[in-house]
T-cell receptor
Framework: GQNIDQPTEMTATEGAIVQINCTYQ??????LFWYQQHAGEAPTFLSY????GLEEKGRFSSFLSRSKGYSYLLLKELQMKDSASYLC??????????FGAGTTVTVRA | IAGITQAPTSQILAAGRRMTLRCTQD?????MYWYRQDLGLGLRLIHY???????GKGEVPDGYSVSRANTDDFPLTLASAVPSQTSVYFC??????????????FGPGTRLTVL
């Protein structure tokens, strides 16, 4: 199986920046995904990394280091609507997606 | 709006009963998946189908079965429900499993409680 670790909870203030780390160990690697999931809703796709480096999409950025088995999701200019769980998922050598348990981010006013 | 639909939205079921969760997508995606989500454990793959007519086992397949008679539908059946199958079930689909950039999109989920 795969081993994907991310913090359980994080709290930040509106307008601030939060970085959610994800470390992984997999048999083979075919990409890393970040999903956002609001309470009681479905996960929605945020970002995808397969090469080392930073991918930026508006207020959200995702970074990958394959040699370190490490990724982070950076949320800038936090808004109240960003309060959600953020799921790190890794596609392994068999193209199966394994998910971390998720990081619940709470944005305070 | 195109996407994935799941039914029912929620269900309370007596242990030992048979239950089928329905999933339909209209994006003509080749691959479909069933996950369960439990607190503290994240999403775990139950079964998958890379294309119509084929299915495969995921991480936690015991007690569940699936079929893929056509591209659009991927029902999940619990033959004899047990309380440990209480969970939120998500169906997902993707264009082409086996491609590095392939992205999975999720349905709204079914909340199942087995008593």
């Amino acid at each position: 199986g795969q081993n994907i670790d991310q913090p359980t909870e994080m709290t930040a203030t509106e307008g601030a920046i939060v970085q959610i780390n994800c470390t992984y160990q997999t048999s083979g690697f075919n990409g890393l995904f970040w999903y956002q999931q609001h309470a009681g809703e479905a996960p929605t796709f945020l970002s995808y990394n397969v090469l080392d480096g930073l991918e930026e999409k508006g207020r959200f950025s995702s970074f990958l280091s394959r040699s370190k088995g490490y990724s982070y999701l950076l949320l800038k200019e936090l808004q109240m609507k960003d309060s959600a769980s953020y799921l790190c998922a890794v596609r392994d050598g068999d193209y199966k997606l394994s998910f971390g348990a998720g990081t619940t981010v709470t944005v305070r006013a | 709006i195109a996407g994935i639909t799941q039914a029912p939205t929620s269900q309370i079921l007596a242990a030992g009963r048979r239950m089928t969760l329905r999933c339909t997508q209209d994006m003509r995606h080749n691959a479909m998946y069933w996950y369960r989500q439990d607190l503290g454990l994240g999403l775990r793959l139950i079964h998958y189908s890379n294309t119509a007519g084929t299915t495969g086992k995921g991480e936690v397949p015991d007690g569940y079965s699936v079929s893929r008679a056509n591209t659009d539908d991927f029902p999940l059946t619990l033959a004899s429900a047990v309380p440990s199958q209480t969970s939120v079930y998500f169906c997902a689909s993707s264009q082409l499993a086996g491609e590095r950039t392939d992205t999975q999109y999720f349905g709204p989920g079914t909340r199942l409680t087995v008593l």
